[in-house]
């Protein structure tokens, strides 16, 4: 006892297991094929005899063909391309995809055909299917467990992602760009495959998600593969699976195989799956180098060689010293006088001066190091924010490019670090900073104080309109920022505040409130007419309309806005606008259409009619601002309601313009103006304001002479008091409901 536990007996029993080792090791095998074309074969691997490799490792060398020799894996059925002793990996070949019959059955077949061999599936894979409506799974094998899976779609229109680029680009080539890296399950999908205790997949079974699935219909064929990561992640693949019918190159698919030595008297139990150790006799039996260790997996034991050596461990003396001191200093960490030794080196520091250097040296490694970690941090929230969509997006557009994407440094130099005294205002959803970019242009900075998925959604939605939109009345987009947690917007700075600040919190004339509206129905229109493709802003209201110092309307916040199809006059979408300015219609049918912002921007003209706020007003019984200005331009009794300045400083036009506002709020939105016409109308009262006498708003009242107009014949039309008690309803539920925005 007392021998076994000094530093004498320790020495023994190691000179012992050294002793035994190098009885044990054999030589190794002699004349044995080590290459075939281009590809090494190191042992426990080997070409020929059954002496030159290890049961389970034999591989073949087919010099049959007229080209390079190929090495196949076992009796051919893989071709290998690569064998890695440190990994205890083999890349394989496999070519094409998994076979499934008529009804979308197969199986993972001839690449893991033996249960008990030394070969199993590496982590490093994936699952891949390509094809339209399709969902494919992926089985352990002789079991039923589900170890990977994921659905491709083909939708018949393109979703507002992809319809971004629709004005100058085609899905096709979206789908073939070197800026997309990942797929999304669009056409084509990706998934990770679990881990299992022997990692061998099985079955694999498609589902067609369309009921009435025909193989020949239009689109990809559905096809599914097992195959290393990132392989899928090139446009060469991309382009050649796509293809009709794929090319060969892209049908060789690469494989990541685990291995491990099989020891045929003790094969490994489930239970030695979670053991790294091996017992002596196992680490002498398959572990030849002396400088080697040994570990067990669920198939079988791994050698490897100590640190400090590196080489072949399955071999006698195939681990050798790695000298330490001829790799680079920055691999090592000696900035001194280095001396190698068996295992390890040895680093001496010369004089004080060294001593100097090499602190220095440790600062500016350690500002490196937290230099190259920001801009991993950087480029990782780049990517979450979409912003590889962005740059395709941006790339569409020379005038834009250079520009549209702006650097966190450039922002952060422009609000002096995000000071406190450069905010402008914020609220429940983050804050606004005032900045000077470095080509002197003042800009405010939309910083949002959380992350939702939902809110990144809107941000790149309102980015990819603004980026379109040229027009007087529209605020201005410089650009965006990707590389925060949250994005950033970067419009131009507009001075003067809000048309919901001036309307209710300070003054503002007939005049202005009139030039204001013409102003903001040219943006609606030029919206809804003048680009590329149609856009609803859907979230329209005095808020969302900013003044310059001229008091020039800017309509702002697009994070709600929806691309609308030249072809279609609406979509159904989730319901999402602010509660007073929404379109009932809308509200109640989900389908959004311009009218949508024809209503909302009726109700503005309501507010500045009464300087009254729409989501807040409730008469003594209970209707809402619209249907009591509905209800009260009915009776002729207006002046109720409407704003002392406007009767003071309005004219004849304040009538066109409440008969207007009553015509955009009706509920039946086929009888409402379009947006050109609203522009119109607007555009002709203010340019005949200079000929009407100020003050006969009152007289006119007086008369009587202001009234709505009398109520169509037409069955679709329903009386005044129908319309307006409806009215009431419907404003009535929808204070009463919870909108989202």
Same mark, same amino acid.
């Given at each position: 006892?007392?021998?076994?536990?000094?530093?004498?007996?320790?020495?023994?029993?190691?000179?012992?297991?050294?002793?035994?080792?190098?009885?044990?090791?054999?030589?190794?095998?002699?004349?044995?094929?080590?290459?075939?074309?281009?590809?090494?074969?190191?042992?426990?691997?080997?070409?020929?005899?059954?002496?030159?490799?290890?049961?389970?490792?034999?591989?073949?060398?087919?010099?049959?063909?007229?080209?390079?020799?190929?090495?196949?894996?076992?009796? +051919?059925?893989?071709?290998?391309?690569?064998?890695?002793?440190?990994?205890?990996?083999?890349?394989?070949?496999?070519?094409?995809?998994?076979?499934?019959?008529?009804?979308?059955?197969?199986?993972?077949?001839?690449?893991?055909?033996?249960?008990?061999?030394?070969?199993?599936?590496?982590?490093?894979?994936?699952?891949?299917?390509?094809?339209?409506?399709?969902?494919?799974?992926?089985?352990?094998?002789?079991?039923?467990?589900?170890?990977?899976?994921?659905?491709?779609?083909?939708?018949?229109?393109?979703?507002?992602?992809?319809?971004?680029?629709?004005?100058?680009?085609?899905?096709?080539?979206?789908?073939?760009?070197?800026?997309?890296?990942?797929?999304?399950?669009?056409?084509?999908?990706?998934?990770?495959?679990?881990?299992?205790?022997?990692?061998?997949?099985?079955?694999?079974?498609?589902?067609?998600?369309?009921?009435?699935?025909?193989?020949?219909?239009?689109?990809?064929?559905?096809?599914?593969?097992?195959?290393?990561?990132?392989?899928?992640?090139?446009?060469?693949?991309?382009?050649?699976?796509?293809?009709?019918?794929?090319?060969?190159?892209?049908?060789?698919?690469?494989?990541?195989?685990?291995?491990?030595?099989?020891?045929?008297?003790?094969?490994?139990?489930?239970?030695?799956?979670?053991?790294?150790?091996?017992?002596?006799?196992?680490?002498?039996?398959?572990?030849?180098?002396?400088?080697?260790?040994?570990?067990?997996?669920?198939?079988?034991?791994?050698?490897?060689?100590?640190?400090?050596?590196?080489?072949?461990?399955?071999?006698?003396?195939?681990?050798?010293?790695?000298?330490?001191?001829?790799?680079?200093?920055?691999?090592?960490?000696?900035?001194?006088?280095?001396?190698?030794?068996?295992?390890?080196?040895?680093?001496?520091?010369?004089?004080?001066?060294?001593?100097?250097?090499?602190?220095?040296?440790?600062?500016?490694?350690?500002?490196?190091?937290?230099?190259?970690?920001?801009?991993?941090?950087?480029?990782?929230?780049?990517?979450?924010?979409?912003?590889?969509?962005?740059?395709?997006?941006?790339?569409?557009?020379?005038?834009?490019?250079?520009?549209?994407?702006?650097?966190?440094?450039?922002?952060?130099?422009?609000?002096?670090?995000?000071?406190?005294?450069?905010?402008? =205002?914020?609220?429940?959803?983050?804050?606004?900073?005032?900045?000077?970019?470095?080509?002197?242009?003042?800009?405010?900075?939309?910083?949002?104080?959380?992350?939702?998925?939902?809110?990144?959604?809107?941000?790149?939605?309102?980015?990819?309109?603004?980026?379109?939109?040229?027009?007087?009345?529209?605020?201005?987009?410089?650009?965006?920022?990707?590389?925060?947690?949250?994005?950033?917007?970067?419009?131009?700075?507009?001075?003067?505040?809000?048309?919901?600040?001036?309307?209710?919190?300070?003054?503002?004339?007939?005049?202005?409130?009139?030039?204001?509206?013409?102003?903001?129905?040219?943006?609606?229109?030029?919206?809804?007419?003048?680009?590329?493709?149609?856009?609803?802003?859907?979230?329209?209201?005095?808020?969302?309309?900013?003044?310059?110092?001229?008091?020039?309307?800017?309509?702002?916040?697009?994070?709600?806005?929806?691309?609308?199809?030249?072809?279609?006059? =609406?979509?159904?979408?989730?319901?999402?606008?602010?509660?007073?300015?929404?379109?009932?219609?809308?509200?109640?049918?989900?389908?959004?259409?311009?009218?949508?912002?024809?209503?909302?921007?009726?109700?503005?003209?309501?507010?500045?009619?009464?300087?009254?706020?729409?989501?807040?007003?409730?008469?003594?019984?209970?209707?809402?601002?619209?249907?009591?200005?509905?209800?009260?331009?009915?009776?002729?009794?207006?002046?109720?309601?409407?704003?002392?300045?406007?009767?003071?400083?309005?004219?004849?036009?304040?009538?066109?313009?409440?008969?207007?506002?009553?015509?955009?709020?009706?509920?039946?939105?086929?009888?409402?103006?379009?947006?050109?016409?609203?522009?119109?109308?607007?555009? +002709?009262?203010?340019?005949?304001?200079?000929?009407?006498?100020?003050?006969?708003?009152?007289?006119?009242?007086?008369?009587?002479?202001?009234?709505?107009?009398?109520?169509?014949?037409?069955?679709?039309?329903?009386?005044?008091?129908?319309?307006?008690?409806?009215?009431?309803?419907?404003?009535?539920?929808?204070?009463?409901?919870?909108?989202?925005?």
């Amino acid at each position: 006892m007392a021998l076994s536990s000094s530093p004498l007996a320790a020495v023994m029993l190691m000179m012992a297991f050294s002793a035994a080792a190098a009885a044990d090791v054999p030589s190794p095998p002699q004349n044995c094929t080590r290459t075939c074309g281009s590809v090494s074969v190191p042992y426990p691997f080997g070409v020929g005899p059954a002496r030159c490799y290890r049961p389970g490792f034999n591989l073949t060398c087919d010099t049959s063909g007229q080209g390079t020799p190929r090495l196949l894996l076992g009796d +051919g059925t893989l071709q290998v391309a690569e064998i890695s002793i440190y990994n205890s990996t083999v890349h394989v070949i496999h070519n094409g995809d998994i076979k499934v019959d008529a009804v979308g059955n197969g199986m993972f077949s001839g690449v893991l055909s033996d249960d008990d061999g030394p070969y199993s599936l590496s982590f490093g894979n994936e699952l891949v299917v390509v094809g339209c409506n399709v969902y494919a799974t992926l089985h352990e094998k002789n079991t039923d467990a589900i170890i990977s899976g994921c659905a491709s779609f083909c939708p018949d229109d393109v979703v507002m992602m992809y319809a971004l680029l629709a004005a100058t680009t085609t899905l096709e080539t979206l789908l073939n760009s070197t800026a997309r890296k990942y797929c999304d399950g669009m056409v084509c999908c990706q998934a990770a495959i679990a881990q299992t205790r022997q990692n061998l997949p099985g079955s694999v079974q498609i589902k067609w998600l369309r009921p009435n699935h025909k193989v020949d219909e239009p689109g990809p064929r559905s096809r599914v593969f097992v195959a290393e990561k990132a392989w899928f992640d090139q446009k060469l693949v991309y382009d050649g699976l796509m293809a009709d019918p794929p090319s060969k190159d892209a049908m060789s698919v690469p494989i990541l195989l685990d291995w491990a030595v099989v020891d045929e008297e003790r094969p490994p139990s489930n239970e030695d799956s979670t053991s790294l150790g091996c017992t002596r006799k196992e680490a002498l039996k398959v572990c030849k180098s002396k400088k080697s260790a040994c570990s067990s997996t669920g198939r079988g034991r791994l050698c490897y060689c100590q640190n400090g050596y590196e080489g072949n461990p399955y071999i006698a003396d195939g681990c050798q010293d790695i000298d330490e001191c001829d790799l680079p200093a920055k691999d090592i960490e000696c900035y001194g006088e280095c001396t190698n030794t068996q295992g390890s080196f040895e680093c001496r520091l010369g004089s004080g001066a060294g001593v100097i250097l090499f602190i220095l040296t440790i600062f500016f490694m350690v500002q490196k190091i937290k230099h190259q970690r920001a801009k991993k941090l950087r480029h990782k929230f780049f990517e979450q924010n979409r912003g590889q969509l962005l740059q395709q997006l941006v790339a569409q557009r020379a005038d834009i490019a250079e520009r549209m994407i702006i650097a966190l440094e450039e922002l952060e130099k422009a609000t002096n670090n995000f000071d406190k005294s450069r905010e402008l =205002g914020g609220g429940g959803h983050g804050t606004v900073y005032k900045g000077i970019l470095s080509d002197l242009h003042v800009v405010a900075i939309k910083k949002p104080k959380v992350v939702v998925q939902k809110e990144i959604d809107e941000f790149i939605n309102e980015v990819a309109i603004l980026s379109q939109v040229n027009h007087r009345n529209v605020v201005k987009l410089y650009g965006c920022c990707l590389e925060t947690e949250v994005p950033m917007l970067v419009y131009e700075f507009v001075s003067n505040g809000t048309l919901y600040d001036h309307l209710h919190s300070r003054s503002l004339s007939w005049g202005h409130r009139l030039r204001i509206a013409v102003e903001t129905t040219k943006s609606l229109a030029y919206l809804h007419l003048s680009v590329s493709i149609p856009i609803i802003h859907r979230d329209i209201k005095s808020v969302n309309i900013l003044l310059d110092d001229t008091l020039t309307a800017k309509v702002a916040d697009f994070g709600a806005s929806r691309y609308i199809p030249v072809e279609q006059s =609406g979509v159904t979408t989730m319901v999402q606008g602010t509660i007073g300015y929404l379109d009932p219609m809308y509200f109640y049918t989900s389908r959004l259409t311009y009218k949508s912002d024809v209503y909302s921007f009726g109700v503005i003209l309501v507010e500045l009619l009464t300087r009254k706020k729409p989501f807040s007003y409730m008469s003594s019984e209970g209707d809402s601002l619209v249907a009591k200005f509905v209800t009260l331009l009915a009776e002729g009794t207006l002046l109720q309601i409407l704003d002392p300045q406007v009767i003071e400083e309005g004219g004849i036009e304040v009538e066109e313009v409440a008969k207007l506002a009553v015509t955009c709020v009706k509920l039946n939105e086929e009888d409402r103006p379009t947006m050109r016409l609203v522009e119109m109308t607007l555009d +002709g009262l203010q340019t005949s304001m200079d000929h009407i006498v100020d003050g006969q708003v009152v007289g006119e009242f007086e008369k009587g002479d202001i009234a709505i107009n009398p109520p169509s014949t037409n069955s679709a039309e329903r009386n005044n008091d129908d319309s307006t008690r409806q009215y009431s309803l419907v404003e009535e539920f929808m204070l009463s409901a919870r909108c989202p925005r």
